[in-house]
């Protein structure tokens, strides 16, 4: 399974809706002259989604051992317009997520 059909199969398990693929951007979100994420957004258009015409999808290396991969997808949605925009709030969201909670 290639890389893509990964994201398509990842996609259609957590959207329910069918997807292909439209482009890779090229990333790098910066914060305060430091690099916090680079890497290759890829874009899909979504056949079957009841809100969502297209979603960003990505996956990165983890120091989980039971989960050595961990797949990012982040519906087009307002606020969420762009390759960019889907990076920055998948950043915000996983820092809310090692908050502790109150």
């Known amino acids: 399974m290639t890389y893509l059909e990964e994201l398509r199969e990842v996609i259609r ?3 329910g809706a069918d997807a292909a693929h439209v482009e890779s951007v090229p ?3 910066t914060f305060r002259g430091k690099t916090v994420w ?3 957004v890829e874009v ?3 056949h079957g989604h009841p809100t969502a015409s297209r979603v960003y999808a990505w996956s990165h290396e983890t120091d989980d051992p039971d989960a050595p991969r961990r797949h990012v997808t982040v519906l087009h949605s307002h ?4 390759a960019r925009q889907a990076v920055q709030a998948a950043i915000v ?3 809310r997520s090692l908050e502790p909670a109150s």
């Not at 606020?79 to 762009?82: L, R, W």
């Open 13 to 15: 398990r957590l959207h």
């Open 27 to 29: 990333i790098k979100e």
């Open 38 to 40: 680079e890497g290759v």
């Open 44 to 46: 899909f258009e979504l």
């Open 79 to 82: 606020p969420i317009e762009s």
């Open 93 to 95: 969201q996983e820092l």
